[in-house]
Nanobody, 125 residues
Framework: QVQLVESGGGSVQAGGSLRLSCAAS????????MGWFRQAPGKEREGVAA????????YYADSVKGRFTISQDNAKNTVYLQMNSLKPEDTAMYYC??????????????????WGQGTQVTVSS
């Protein structure tokens, strides 16, 4: 059974940085993609970034390109999301997800069965 535990959220001022962590357990060969999603109140859950374990390829939403970086530490079974130059519109609950997902579908939350509990990120202006 896959378990995902996020940490690292918090409150920062605009322009600040945060690093989110997602500690994974139970990951098998059936999982090829780890993704970060976010959901603000009243909005749909949106894909922020994804990383494919075997290839190391990374993908980003246009809204975070150049500001966020997703990375993985295979020895620690942990995926990170480094968030720099944060903006108030980045405020949301951030979730880690894992599953077998085609590279053209990583933005689709419905493709992921395994989710963490979420960590709140609040950016003030």
């Amino acid at each position: 059974q896959v378990q995902l535990v996020e940490s690292g959220g918090g409150s920062v001022q605009a322009g600040g940085s945060l690093r989110l962590s997602c500690a994974a357990s139970g990951i098998t060969y059936r999982t090829n993609c780890m993704g970060w999603f976010r959901q603000a109140p009243g909005k749909e859950r949106e894909g922020v970034a994804a990383i494919y374990a075997r290839s190391g390829k990374t993908y980003y939403a246009d809204s975070v390109k150049g500001r966020f970086t997703i990375s993985q530490d295979n020895a620690k079974n942990t995926v990170y999301l480094q968030m720099n130059s944060l903006k108030p519109e980045d405020t949301a609950m951030y979730y880690c997800a894992a599953d077998w997902v085609g590279a053209d579908l990583w933005r689709d939350a419905s493709r992921f069965e395994n989710w963490g509990q979420g960590t709140q990120v609040t950016v003030s202006s």
